[in-house]
Protein backbone atom coordinates (compact mmCIF):
# COMPACT_ATOMS: atom_id res chain seq x y z
CA UNK A 1 0.00 0.00 0.00
CA UNK A 2 1.21 3.48 -0.70
CA UNK A 3 1.95 5.86 1.85
CA UNK A 4 3.39 9.00 2.38
CA UNK A 5 6.35 10.48 5.19
CA UNK A 6 6.46 14.60 5.75
CA UNK A 7 9.98 14.14 7.84
CA UNK A 8 9.36 17.83 9.25
CA UNK A 9 5.76 18.83 11.70
CA UNK A 10 6.75 22.09 12.08
CA UNK A 11 9.19 24.46 9.94
CA UNK A 12 10.03 28.05 10.37
CA UNK A 13 11.46 30.57 8.01
CA UNK A 14 11.69 34.25 7.53
CA UNK A 15 9.26 36.18 5.29
CA UNK A 16 11.09 36.42 2.21
CA UNK A 17 13.41 33.52 2.23
CA UNK A 18 13.18 30.58 0.59
CA UNK A 19 10.99 27.41 1.51
CA UNK A 20 11.89 23.57 1.19
CA UNK A 21 8.93 20.95 2.46
CA UNK A 22 9.82 17.66 2.23
CA UNK A 23 7.84 14.58 1.40
CA UNK A 24 8.22 10.95 1.02
CA UNK A 25 6.02 8.05 -0.36
CA UNK A 26 6.23 4.56 -0.52
CA UNK A 27 4.62 3.26 -3.84
CA UNK A 28 5.47 0.80 -6.24
CA UNK A 29 4.21 2.19 -9.27
CA UNK A 30 4.86 5.62 -10.81
CA UNK A 31 2.49 7.37 -8.09
CA UNK A 32 -0.21 10.37 -8.54
CA UNK A 33 1.32 13.51 -5.91
CA UNK A 34 -0.36 16.09 -4.77
CA UNK A 35 0.64 18.91 -2.64
CA UNK A 36 -2.62 20.94 -0.69
CA UNK A 37 -2.39 23.68 2.15
CA UNK A 38 -5.12 24.44 4.72
CA UNK A 39 -5.11 27.67 6.24
CA UNK A 40 -6.85 27.87 9.97
CA UNK A 41 -10.32 27.32 9.45
CA UNK A 42 -10.11 26.39 6.43
CA UNK A 43 -10.48 23.32 3.73
CA UNK A 44 -7.92 22.13 1.60
CA UNK A 45 -6.85 24.20 -1.45
CA UNK A 46 -4.83 22.13 -4.23
CA UNK A 47 -1.31 23.64 -4.61
CA UNK A 48 -0.07 21.16 -7.37
CA UNK A 49 -0.28 17.34 -8.79
CA UNK A 50 2.08 15.38 -10.27
CA UNK A 51 0.74 12.28 -12.67
CA UNK A 52 3.08 11.90 -15.67
CA UNK A 53 5.72 13.86 -17.64
CA UNK A 54 7.89 16.94 -16.77
CA UNK A 55 9.05 16.19 -13.19
CA UNK A 56 9.11 19.71 -12.23
CA UNK A 57 5.66 20.95 -11.58
CA UNK A 58 4.09 24.51 -11.28
CA UNK A 59 1.53 25.09 -8.74
CA UNK A 60 -0.19 27.89 -7.53
CA UNK A 61 0.55 30.86 -5.52
CA UNK A 62 4.38 30.51 -7.19
CA UNK A 63 4.88 27.19 -5.12
CA UNK A 64 6.64 24.13 -7.61
CA UNK A 65 7.72 21.06 -6.65
CA UNK A 66 9.88 18.46 -8.21
CA UNK A 67 9.29 14.65 -8.92
CA UNK A 68 12.26 12.91 -8.11
CA UNK A 69 11.67 8.96 -8.49
CA UNK A 70 15.36 8.27 -7.52
CA UNK A 71 14.51 9.17 -3.95
CA UNK A 72 10.95 8.51 -3.96
CA UNK A 73 10.67 12.33 -3.31
CA UNK A 74 8.05 15.24 -4.04
CA UNK A 75 9.57 18.39 -2.44
CA UNK A 76 7.75 21.56 -2.11
CA UNK A 77 9.55 24.61 -2.50
CA UNK A 78 9.31 28.42 -3.22
CA UNK A 79 11.97 30.75 -3.47
CA UNK A 80 10.57 33.76 -1.26
CA UNK A 81 7.85 33.17 0.80
CA UNK A 82 5.18 35.58 2.31
CA UNK A 83 3.72 36.13 6.09
CA UNK A 84 0.21 34.33 3.54
CA UNK A 85 1.85 31.44 3.14
CA UNK A 86 1.72 30.12 6.92
CA UNK A 87 -0.17 27.32 6.56
CA UNK A 88 -0.45 23.53 6.80
CA UNK A 89 0.84 22.01 4.14
CA UNK A 90 0.00 18.71 3.25
CA UNK A 91 1.59 15.61 0.40
CA UNK A 92 -0.79 13.65 -0.88
CA UNK A 93 -0.65 10.33 -3.00
CA UNK A 94 -2.82 8.40 -5.06
CA UNK A 95 -2.92 5.22 -7.17
CA UNK A 96 -4.84 3.76 -10.13
CA UNK A 97 -6.15 1.00 -7.96
CA UNK A 98 -7.69 3.07 -5.68
CA UNK A 99 -9.81 6.47 -5.19
CA UNK A 100 -9.02 7.82 -1.80
CA UNK A 101 -5.40 9.60 -1.24
CA UNK A 102 -3.37 8.66 1.34
CA UNK A 103 -2.04 11.77 3.20
CA UNK A 104 0.97 12.64 4.74
CA UNK A 105 0.78 14.10 8.71
CA UNK A 106 1.37 17.57 7.62
CA UNK A 107 3.90 20.06 7.94
CA UNK A 108 3.51 23.53 9.82
CA UNK A 109 4.86 26.28 8.26
CA UNK A 110 5.50 29.83 10.51
CA UNK A 111 6.71 32.63 8.32
CA UNK A 112 8.34 35.27 10.68
CA UNK A 113 9.21 39.12 10.07
CA UNK B 1 -19.33 29.24 -7.92
CA UNK B 2 -20.37 27.38 -4.57
CA UNK B 3 -17.67 24.88 -3.19
CA UNK B 4 -18.55 22.31 -0.77
CA UNK B 5 -20.03 23.14 2.15
CA UNK B 6 -20.38 21.35 5.56
CA UNK B 7 -22.78 21.89 8.78
CA UNK B 8 -22.26 22.57 11.30
CA UNK B 9 -19.02 24.30 11.66
CA UNK B 10 -18.42 23.16 15.53
CA UNK B 11 -20.22 20.59 17.25
CA UNK B 12 -19.72 20.01 21.36
CA UNK B 13 -21.46 16.48 22.48
CA UNK B 14 -21.48 14.61 25.35
CA UNK B 15 -20.17 10.78 24.98
CA UNK B 16 -22.51 8.59 24.53
CA UNK B 17 -24.55 11.29 22.33
CA UNK B 18 -25.17 10.82 18.29
CA UNK B 19 -24.08 13.44 16.22
CA UNK B 20 -25.27 14.09 12.24
CA UNK B 21 -22.56 15.60 10.08
CA UNK B 22 -23.60 17.23 7.31
CA UNK B 23 -22.18 17.83 3.83
CA UNK B 24 -23.22 19.45 -0.23
CA UNK B 25 -21.19 18.83 -2.40
CA UNK B 26 -20.34 20.77 -5.44
CA UNK B 27 -22.98 20.54 -7.67
CA UNK B 28 -22.85 17.82 -10.84
CA UNK B 29 -19.80 16.50 -9.15
CA UNK B 30 -20.92 12.77 -8.23
CA UNK B 31 -18.11 11.56 -6.31
CA UNK B 32 -18.05 12.43 -2.67
CA UNK B 33 -15.48 11.35 0.03
CA UNK B 34 -15.46 11.43 3.62
CA UNK B 35 -12.38 12.06 5.80
CA UNK B 36 -11.02 12.63 9.16
CA UNK B 37 -8.54 14.55 10.71
CA UNK B 38 -7.46 13.56 13.76
CA UNK B 39 -4.49 15.89 15.85
CA UNK B 40 -1.64 15.10 14.46
CA UNK B 41 -2.27 12.13 12.52
CA UNK B 42 -2.88 13.59 8.73
CA UNK B 43 -5.98 12.96 6.79
CA UNK B 44 -7.60 9.40 7.30
CA UNK B 45 -10.28 8.19 4.69
CA UNK B 46 -13.41 7.15 5.50
CA UNK B 47 -15.59 6.30 3.17
CA UNK B 48 -16.79 6.82 -0.52
CA UNK B 49 -19.65 7.26 -2.94
CA UNK B 50 -20.08 7.51 -6.44
CA UNK B 51 -23.63 8.06 -7.90
CA UNK B 52 -25.48 5.97 -7.27
CA UNK B 53 -23.52 2.82 -7.09
CA UNK B 54 -22.68 1.01 -3.24
CA UNK B 55 -20.31 3.11 -1.37
CA UNK B 56 -17.11 2.38 -0.56
CA UNK B 57 -16.73 1.94 3.61
CA UNK B 58 -13.73 0.56 3.86
CA UNK B 59 -11.89 3.26 6.08
CA UNK B 60 -14.69 3.16 8.83
CA UNK B 61 -13.20 2.83 12.09
CA UNK B 62 -16.05 1.10 13.95
CA UNK B 63 -19.82 -0.06 12.75
CA UNK B 64 -20.71 3.14 14.91
CA UNK B 65 -19.97 5.17 11.95
CA UNK B 66 -22.29 5.21 8.90
CA UNK B 67 -22.84 7.48 6.19
CA UNK B 68 -25.43 7.77 3.55
CA UNK B 69 -26.01 10.17 0.30
CA UNK B 70 -29.23 11.30 -0.70
CA UNK B 71 -30.53 11.86 -4.28
CA UNK B 72 -26.73 12.00 -5.36
CA UNK B 73 -25.83 14.65 -3.25
CA UNK B 74 -25.92 15.52 -0.05
CA UNK B 75 -24.56 13.37 2.48
CA UNK B 76 -24.64 12.97 5.80
CA UNK B 77 -22.13 11.13 8.28
CA UNK B 78 -23.78 9.86 11.60
CA UNK B 79 -21.61 8.39 14.58
CA UNK B 80 -23.49 6.74 17.06
CA UNK B 81 -22.82 6.36 20.68
CA UNK B 82 -19.90 8.91 20.21
CA UNK B 83 -16.59 8.46 22.32
CA UNK B 84 -13.60 10.89 23.57
CA UNK B 85 -11.61 9.40 20.03
CA UNK B 86 -14.30 10.55 17.90
CA UNK B 87 -13.07 14.23 18.47
CA UNK B 88 -11.83 15.34 15.34
CA UNK B 89 -12.35 17.63 12.51
CA UNK B 90 -14.58 15.73 9.74
CA UNK B 91 -13.70 16.91 6.09
CA UNK B 92 -15.86 15.91 3.16
CA UNK B 93 -14.71 16.30 -0.32
CA UNK B 94 -16.12 15.98 -3.72
CA UNK B 95 -14.74 15.40 -7.58
CA UNK B 96 -16.09 15.77 -10.79
CA UNK B 97 -15.02 12.14 -11.70
CA UNK B 98 -15.62 8.91 -10.24
CA UNK B 99 -12.97 6.43 -8.65
CA UNK B 100 -9.87 7.94 -10.34
CA UNK B 101 -7.69 9.64 -7.32
CA UNK B 102 -6.27 11.75 -9.82
CA UNK B 103 -8.80 13.86 -10.48
CA UNK B 104 -8.51 16.44 -7.78
CA UNK B 105 -10.46 16.58 -4.88
CA UNK B 106 -11.91 19.61 -3.50
CA UNK B 107 -12.68 19.79 0.20
CA UNK B 108 -14.91 22.04 2.73
CA UNK B 109 -14.22 23.72 5.52
CA UNK B 110 -14.69 20.51 7.92
CA UNK B 111 -17.11 20.19 10.91
CA UNK B 112 -14.83 20.02 14.26
CA UNK B 113 -16.31 17.18 16.59
CA UNK B 114 -15.67 17.56 20.42
CA UNK B 115 -16.83 15.02 22.63
CA UNK B 116 -16.64 15.52 26.36
Known amino acids: AQSVTQPDIHITVSEGASLELRCNYS??????LFWYVQSPGQGLQLLLKYFSGDTLVQGIKGFEAEFKRSQSSFNLRKPSVHWSDAAEYFCAVGSNSGYALNFGKGTSLLVTP | GAGVSQSPSNKVTEKGKDVELRCDPI?????LYWYRQSLGQGLEFLIYFQGNSAPDKSGLPSDRFSAERTGGSVSTLTIQRTQQEDSAVYLC??????????????FGPGTRLTVL
Open chain 1, 27 to 32: YGATPY
Open chain 2, 27 to 31: SGHTA
Open chain 2, 93 to 106: ASSSQPAANYNEQF
